[in-house]
C-alpha cells in the first residue's frame, strides 16, 4: 500500500527550495533545456504524489535527486526520443574557454555527465554518488576517470585532484 | 571545473516555469490519480479486460461493420471503414476510405508537458500531441492511434469495467468508433515494469474532428507512453477481426501458411499461441513463442500492395542497417526512410546473416530481458513472413529463416 502522505504543507516553498539544483542536474544531464523542464516537472508530481516521509533536509534533496536521475535515464532510453535545441544554443557560454569545456562536458555519454556533475557542481563525494545512482563506487570511481581522462586537454586545473 | 560551475550558477529556474512547476503537480490530481488506480489495479484490470473481451467482444463486431482495416499495412480489400459521422448528424454512419492505412502513435512526437483541465461534457480534448499530428495528418487517411479518456459530470473518469463505461463504449462502437483496451506499462519502485491498461482507438484526423461525444461526458484524446516515455506500442490484433485460435499442430497444417512456420525454435521457447485469420479483409496466420519475457512473433501473409515500397535489396544498406542511425532514431532516420527503416522487407535469396545482425538493436532495459530486438520481414515468393522479436540472437532467427526453404 502506499506509504503515509507527508506532503509540503507549502508545496510551493518547497519547489523554491529544490528547484534550482534539479533543473541544473537534469539540464547536465539531458544537454537540452526541454527535456531538463520536464524531467524536473516530473519529479515535483512524483514528490507531490508520493509526498514520501522525509528525516532530514538532506535526505529530501537525496530522493529528488535520485528520482530525476532516474527520470533521466528513462527519457535518455527511448528511441525515438526528439532532440531540441542543444543546452549551449539555450543557455550562451560567457566564454570561448567556458564554452570549450561545456562543450566537452556534453559531448560525455551521459552518464559520465551524472558523475561530473554531482561530483564537481553538487559536491557530493564518491559514496554519496553511488548512493544516488544506485551504482557501486567502483563504478563511480571509474566513470569519474575516464571522465577526467576525456576532459583532460581542458581540465588541467583539476586532472591531477585525487578522487 | 570553475568554468562549469560558473555556467551553471548563472542558470536558474525562471517564474514561469517555476510556476509551471507548481501548478502542474498541485492541479494534475484526476489524472493522476487515475494512473496510480491503474498502477495498483494493474493485475484487477488485465483480469477484467479478458472477462470484458470475453463477454462484449461478440457485441462489438456486429456481424455487418468492418473493425479497423488495412492496419498492418496490408491492402484492406475494401479499403472501407464505417466511421463516425461528421457533426451534421451524429447519429449516422457512413463510409470512410482508410486505405492505405498508415498509423501514426506517438512516435516524434514528444509528450504532453502541460496541465490540461477535466473536459467539459460533450466536449473533446486533444491534448497537444494528438493535435499536433492532426494538423500534420489532416486531409490524409493515416489512422491516429489514439489513448482516450472518458470523464463524467463529476469530473472523474469512468472506470474500466464500470457498467457506464461498457455502455458507452457500445454506443460509439455502433456509431463506427470501435474501442479496445491496450496495454502500456510504467515504472514502479526500483525500475520495475508493471503493465496498464487504457482505452484506444484508430482514428482518421476527420473522424477525430467528428468524434460523437456523448452529452454527458467529456472526452480526453493523448498518446500514450511507456514508463521510459516510449510511445505505447499498437497492437494492431487487438483490432483485428478476432480469428480462429490454432494450436501449433493445427497451425502447421495450414494449408496456405502453415509451411512457412519455423519448427526447430531456438532453445527454451515454447509455443505460446496461433491465430489464422480469413475474412474479406485479412488472410494470415500468426504464432507467438515464449522463453520468459522473450518473444518471438511470426505472421504469415501474402504480400500486399503496400508492402511493396518496403521492399530492399541488401545493397541499399540505408534502408535497414540499424547502426547508421543512432539513437534517438527520431533525428537520425530520414523522414521518407522511415518506414522502410522501421521495417524493411527481405528477399530470402538476398538473405544474410549479415543482414539480420545489422537488424539487430541491442536493449538493456530494466524490468525487461536484455538482448537483440529484431524487427523486419522476408519474402518468399509472394508469401511475405513479418517478425517480431525480442530475446533471441541474430544466428538463432537467420537458422529459423532459412529452415523454410521455398
Request: proline share 6%; net charge negative; glycine share 6%.
Amino acid at each position: 500500500m502506499a506509504d503515509k502522505s507527508c506532503r509540503p504543507e507549502d508545496f510551493e516553498a518547497f519547489v523554491s527550495r529544490h528547484e534550482n539544483k534539479l533543473y541544473r542536474t537534469a539540464l547536465a544531464v539531458m544537454g537540452n533545456v526541454a527535456d531538463a523542464e520536464d524531467v524536473v516537472q516530473e519529479a515535483f508530481l512524483r514528490a507531490y504524489e508520493k509526498a514520501p516521509a522525509f528525516e532530514t533536509g538532506g535526505h529530501e534533496t537525496a530522493w529528488l535527486i535520485r528520482v530525476t536521475l532516474n527520470l533521466c535515464r528513462s527519457r535518455l532510453r527511448s528511441p525515438w526520443r526528439k532532440r531540441t535545441e542543444p543546452l549551449l544554443v539555450s543557455y550562451p557560454a560567457a566564454e570561448p574557454e567556458q564554452r570549450k569545456l561545456l562543450e566537452h562536458v556534453l559531448a560525455l555519454p551521459s552518464k559520465y555527465r551524472a558523475a561530473i556533475h554531482l561530483f564537481y557542481y553538487e559536491g557530493y563525494s564518491v559514496k554519496d554518488i553511488a548512493h544516488l545512482t544506485g551504482q557501486q563506487e567502483s563504478t563511480v570511481r571509474s566513470q569519474l576517470t575516464r571522465a577526467r581522462q576525456k576532459l583532460k586537454s581542458v581540465l588541467k586545473e583539476d586532472y591531477h585532484e585525487s578522487i | 571545473m570553475k568554468a562549469y560551475n560558473d555556467y551553471l550558477d548563472a542558470i536558474s529556474v525562471s517564474n514561469t516555469l517555476h510556476n509551471r512547476f507548481v501548478s502542474c503537480a498541485t492541479n494534475a490530481g484526476p489524472a493522476r490519480y487515475l494512473t496510480m488506480v491503474r498502477r495498483y489495479a494493474a493485475a484487477f484490470a488485465c483480469l477484467a479486460v479478458v472477462l470484458l473481451g470475453a463477454l462484449t467482444v461478440p457485441r462489438l463486431f456486429p456481424e455487418n461493420t468492418l473493425p479497423i482495416a488495412g492496419l498492418s499495412q496490408q491492402p484492406a480489400a475494401g479499403g472501407h471503414i464505417i466511421m463516425g459521422s461528421g457533426s451534421s448528424d451524429k447519429n449516422e454512419k457512413h463510409e470512410q476510405d482508410l486505405s492505405p492505412a498508415k498509423i501514426i502513435d506517438g512516435s516524434g512526437y514528444a509528450q504532453a508537458d502541460a496541465c490540461y483541465p477535466v473536459p467539459e461534457p460533450g466536449a473533446c480534448q486533444f491534448i497537444a500531441p494528438v493535435s499536433d499530428a492532426m494538423a500534420d495528418y489532416a486531409g490524409t487517411d493515416a489512422v491516429l492511434f489514439v489513448a482516450i479518456n472518458i470523464f463524467s459530470a463529476d469530473e472523474n473518469p469512468l472506470a474500466d469495467g464500470s457498467e457506464e463505461m461498457q455502455k458507452e463504449i457500445r454506443r460509439l462502437t455502433d456509431l463506427g468508433y470501435p474501442m479496445r483496451y491496450s496495454q502500456a506499462w510504467t515504472y514502479q519502485g526500483k525500475g520495475e515494469q508493471i503493465p496498464y491498461t487504457y482505452l484506444s482507438g484508430l482514428f482518421t484526423v476527420e473522424a477525430l474532428e467528428n468524434f460523437p461525444a456523448g452529452a454527458d461526458y467529456g472526452y480526453s484524446f493523448y498518446f500514450a507512453h511507456n514508463g521510459d516515455g516510449s510511445p505505447a506500442i499498437v497492437d494492431v490484433s487487438a483490432f483485428e477481426p478476432p480469428g480462429d485460435d490454432l494450436d501449433l499442430t493445427a497451425a502447421y497444417a495450414d494449408p496456405d501458411f502453415g509451411a512457412y512456420l519455423p519448427v526447430d525454435l531456438p532453445s527454451g521457447f515454447t509455443f505460446e499461441s496461433a491465430t489464422r485469420v480469413n475474412d474479406q479483409e485479412k488472410n494470415s496466420l500468426s504464432a507467438l513463442w515464449i522463453k520468459g519475457m522473450g518473444e518471438i512473433h511470426w505472421r504469415v501473409s501474402a504480400l500486399g500492395e503496400d508492402d511493396q515500397a518496403r521492399i530492399t535489396s541488401i545493397a541499399d544498406r540505408q534502408n535497414y542497417d540499424l547502426a547508421r542511425y543512432p539513437i534517438p532514431r527520431a533525428d537520425s532516420v530520414p523522414d521518407e526512410l522511415r518506414e522502410i527503416v522501421t521495417d524493411p522487407i527481405f528477399r530470402m535469396e538476398d538473405l544474410t546473416l549479415e543482414v539480420v545482425q545489422a537488424r539487430a538493436d541491442e536493449a538493456a532495459d530494466a524490468g525487461d530481458i536484455s538482448g537483440p530486438r529484431m524487427r523486419f520481414s522476408v519474402l518468399y515468393g509472394d508469401i511475405l513472413v513479418e517478425i517480431r522479436i525480442k530475446g533471441a540472437t541474430p544466428e538463432d532467427i537467420f537458422q529459423l529463416l532459412q529452415q523454410i526453404e521455398k
